[in-house]
């Protein structure tokens, strides 16, 4: 008798668990569903491999946006080498929030961030964990996440077309589209090609292909170096039908302004780099209109 009961409990208790992950699973769902209708347009930034530029250019779109008057919120899906953090000044900036929803931090006016970098307690801790799990993370950082009203998330994805981007394209169909950054060289045709294919298996718009570090002005004699060779994204873009956006020269203050957590254009500064992202969001601003 006692054993019967036991194991009644035991079965009754597993079904509550059962309902209790359903309900979890169904309440989740539904924040997303709250948090991506309040947000117009949703923009991810994505690449075949790393060292590309893919961080540096969606955190200084996300800046040009903000300035523009834009509401803007950046989600860092590099769950294993989160970059934003470093990038916008964040270090040490931990995300809170209650009720179980979590605030984004403010990065100035307009612009907000996410990054799994703020929930851990150490920078050189490692995230040790397989895919599943790196969904539900993803799911989380969208739905729980007082996103409020933005006109834009842009959400940066780590290199390849893995875990990450897919989960986002899953849990986000209605993506206004996807933007790939590569760079000049010929093996730039290989990496785009896959990130295109992966969009379109996906049913995710291609807003066009970035094409960063193209060529180095000589701060000597002002001559322009091919460094990478040049026009590969270019031709990809071609190639594969697909809008050219435009072309991000390789410039030290690009680079050591994201270094120092000040990015390039939150600062206002002038030349070849401001004109490229102003040409890049026009044309995507364009397509979205």
């Known amino acids: 008798m006692n054993n019967t009961n036991n194991e009644a409990i035991r079965e009754k208790t597993q079904e509550d668990i059962l309902k209790e992950k359903v309900q979890t699973n169904q309440d989740m769902a539904e924040r997303l569903k709250e948090n991506m209708a309040n947000i117009k347009h949703k923009i991810l930034v994505l690449s075949n491999k790393g060292g590309v530029g893919k961080s540096t250019v969606s955190v200084n779109l996300s800046c040009f946006l903000a300035d523009k008057g834009y509401k803007v919120g950046l989600l860092d899906a590099d769950l294993h080498g989160p ?8 270090e040490g900036r931990h995300l809170t929030g209650s009720d179980g929803l979590m ?11 996410v990054s799994m ?4 307690e150490s920078p050189d801790t490692p995230l040790v964990w397989r895919g ?38 899953q849990l986000i169909p209605e993506l206004d589209g996807g ?9 730039a045709l290989t990496d ?45 873009a071609q190639d ?15 680079v050591s302004s994201g270094d120092q957590g000040e990015p390039f254009m939150c600062n206002n500064r002038q030349g070849k780099v401001r004109t490229a992202f102003e040409q890049i969001v026009q044309s995507i601003l364009d397509q979205l209109s």
């Not at 970059?83 to 964040?90: A, D, E, P, R, W």
């Not at 605030?103 to 961030?113: F, G, I, M, Q, S």
């Not at 993370?137 to 390849?160: M, R, T």
């Not at 933007?179 to 093996?187: D, R, S, W």
């Open 83 to 90: 970059s934003i953090v470093k990038m916008f000044g964040l």
């Open 240 to 254: 594969f039908k697909v809008p050219f956006l435009g072309k991000i020269p390789l410039d030290i203050e690009l």
């Open 192 to 236: 785009s090609r896959k990130c295109i294919s992966f969009l379109r298996e996906v049913n995710i718009p291609i807003l066009g292909i970035i094409e960063n570090m193209s060529g180095f002005q000589c701060p000597h004699c002002g001559a322009k170096i091919d460094l990478f060779k040049a026009g590969g994204g270019e031709k990809a």
């Open 132 to 169: 599943p799990l790196k969904g539900v993370a993803i799911k989380q950082l969208l739905a729980e996440v007082n996103w409020g009203k933005l006109d834009f998330l842009i959400i940066d994805s780590p290199p390849g077309t893995g875990d990450e981007p897919l989960s986002i394209c």
């Open 179 to 187: 933007v790939i950054v590569t760079t000049p060289q010929e093996i």
């Open 103 to 113: 605030d984004p931090l403010e990065v100035r006016k307009n612009l907000t961030a």
């Open 117 to 120: 970098a703020s929930l851990i």
